[in-house]
């Protein structure tokens, strides 16, 4: 399984961006599909994930309501589209998958599989 993170970049305070994460090899198996960011000198924090059981999706309080996840099962392509983006979203973000994770767990801990990170800088 591998997964691939895209679409970070430079974006102004209020703006939009729209992460993009694409699976090989990803088996029906991996229920969980998670997006989690990095910043300098914090530790990991999840933003967004789902569980594919339900298709529930979940969110940290931070980006309620300004955050979304969506999917193509037909591209096996995840995204999260992020927007009023404030400078405290700058981070490297990265995107995961696993077999055992479920509800609203997909938001914390460890995952099996992770893609390398995008980088998203919010700033004037």
């Known amino acids: 399984v591998q997964l691939q993170a895209s679409g970070g970049g430079l974006v102004q305070p209020g703006g939009s961006l ?13 229920y969980a599909i998670g997006w989690f960011r990095q910043a300098p000198g914090k530790g ?21 309501g300004r955050f979304t996840f969506s999917r193509d099962n037909a591209k096996n392509t995840v995204y999260l589209e992020m927007s ?15 077999r055992f994770k479920r509800g609203s767990n997909c ?8 893609g390398q990170g995008t980088q998203v800088t919010v700033s004037s």
């Open 44 to 64: 990991r924090e999840g933003v967004s994930c789902i569980d594919r059981r339900d298709d529930s999706t979940y969110y940290a309080d931070s980006v309620k």
């Open 107 to 114: 938001l914390h801990g460890y995952f099996e599989v992770w």
């Open 18 to 30: 729209r992460l993009s994460c694409s699976a090989s090899g990803i088996t029906s198996d991996y």
């Open 84 to 98: 009023s983006l404030e400078p405290e979203d700058t981070s490297v973000y990265y995107c995961a998958a696993d």
